[in-house]
């Protein structure tokens, strides 16, 4: 067999890839060793954690909140088994949903494990494609620790933790970022007593330094606790406990935690093993990446990569969006990613939401900026919906008033986020967000509002 482009891995960088180059008329394949499609993302990461995110915040809702708004009766029990059974139920839903896409625009899906042996050829079990261009597609894998051995029952990475056999008493989180935080979230609002252990002296490093604080802030009223500046040590495992040791880096002093489930989530690495790269002669960057030039080219010539094998965010839609650009490069188009518009989001409760610069990287680089915030506070609906918690924080040019950033804590930031984004694609001023109609009562008006307050001030503050 013989494909314009064979895409190796079936995440959302890789399915999005083979999708788009199918469309631009392009005779495509797709290789994934998994039995369904959707890679990490659809399968044991961002979509099975979003449907345990969402049906303990439904959980915490029943239990804090509809006895104020008169809604009354016995507070609902969890039965873990059918909440995993409809966790199960989403996965299948959206991985069959990219089979029925590949049929749709003619993508094969070669089942297996793929190696490269040489420059246009892809291996996969005994059978040997032919490829004028490869994509490489194949995503991350959890990044161990030194001490600390996970077997995925007691030990966990994210995958354990979306199907472990009960909900643990106590759980200890080895990392303060998003991973850690969403995961931990989920089980404190099924009652475990969580604690996150984090090396760093703040949790989600690389966000904005005051919702950071203000994220832990909330996160403790919910019944988390923070051991931050701590650097593990070990975490050992019985038939059904956890110890883990750490040091705290202030005074060397050791300590140690015991566990009903300890969840490692000190980050992602590249997944790149048995591809044989070393032998095919791909570069690497200092730290395990793919090298890639600005148009996701390896070393070697006609195979490309994009996602989280090379360097950037490990997102789902950094990925996508590259999987966009790189099918339509080789599609003779101009495919091209705006790394400085490139939202993150933590879906706890409240979310958390960014994009472009903060605070901390324009003082780093001498830019003068100007601050426009607003408390949920002062928005209708929030208030309506106990949703008051938080802000949104917008950073703009001094001198220019254009936008440059944005940093919301507060309900549905996630989604609150893209409108800024927008603004941003279009080089957008603060004035053009805070002169936009928004539509009463919703939370978008807390943007408008910031937006306002970079200028003459905000209307509700």
């Known amino acids: 067999m013989s494909y314009d482009l064979i895409v190796i891995g079936a995440g959302p960088g890789g399915y999005v890839c083979a999708i788009r180059a199918a469309q631009l008329g392009l005779k495509v394949a797709c290789v994934e060793g998994r039995d369904t499609l959707g890679g990490t993302c659809l399968n044991v990461g961002c979509i099975p954690s979003k449907a345990l995110l969402h049906a303990t915040h439904q959980l915490h809702e029943a239990e804090h909140n509809f006895d104020a708004m008169g809604l009354t009766g016995a507070k609902p029990k969890v039965d873990w088994k059918k909440m995993l059974g409809y966790k199960s139920d989403v996965i299948g839903q959206n991985t069959k949903g990219i089979e029925f896409l590949f049929k749709k ?49 007691i030990i966990v990475t994210s995958t354990g933790a979306l199907e472990l056999g009960k909900i643990p008493k106590k759980m200890v989180v080895i990392g303060a970022g998003v991973i850690g935080l969403e995961m931990g979230s989920v089980y404190a609002r099924l009652g475990a007593e969580v604690t996150v252990v984090e090396y760093l002296d703040r949790i989600i490093p690389g966000n904005d330094g005051e919702v950071a604080k203000t994220f832990q802030r909330m996160l403790g009223k919910q019944g988390m606790k923070f051991i931050l500046g701590a650097a593990v040590q070990s975490a050992t495992a019985t038939k059904t406990k956890a110890t883990v040791t750490y040091k705290l880096r202030k005074d060397d002093s050791e300590h140690s935690l015991d566990a009903d489930t300890v969840l490692l989530a000190t980050g992602r690495r590249p997944l790149t093993e048995g591809l044989g790269l070393d032998a095919l002669g791909v570069k690497l960057t200092e730290r395990g990446q793919i090298a890639t030039d600005k148009h996701y080219k390896t070393s070697i010539d006609g195979v490309y990569a994009i996602g989280d094998v090379i360097e950037g965010p490990m997102l789902a839609h950094k990925a996508e969006d590259e999987g966009m650009a790189v099918a339509e490069i080789i599609a003779g188009q101009a495919g091209h990613v705006n790394y400085g518009v490139i939202p993150g989001v933590i879906y706890t409760w409240p979310e958390v939401a960014s994009v472009g610069e903060t605070e901390e990287t324009l003082k780093e680089a001498g830019r003068a900026y100007k ?91």
């Open 105 to 153: 625009n003619k993508v094969d899906w070669i089942k297996g494990w793929a190696s490269i042996p040489e420059a246009g050829k892809v291996q996969v079990g005994d059978k040997t494609y032919d490829a004028k261009k490869i994509v490489i597609a194949s995503g991350s894998e959890s990044s161990p620790l030194n001490g600390v051995k996970v077997d995925e029952k």
């Open 371 to 461: 601050v426009g915030k607003f408390s949920f506070m002062g928005n209708g609906r929030a208030k309506a919906n106990f949703a008051g918690d938080g802000f949104v924080k917008l950073l703009a040019d001094k001198d220019t008033d254009r936008i440059l950033g944005a940093h919301i804590i507060g309900p549905y930031a996630g989604d609150l986020i893209h409108e800024i984004c927008v603004a941003m694609e279009f080089g957008a001023a603060a004035e053009d967000l805070a002169r936009t109609c928004h539509a009463h009562p919703t939370y978008s008006e807390a943007v408008r509002e910031a937006a306002l307050a970079c200028g003459d001030g905000a209307i509700h503050a």
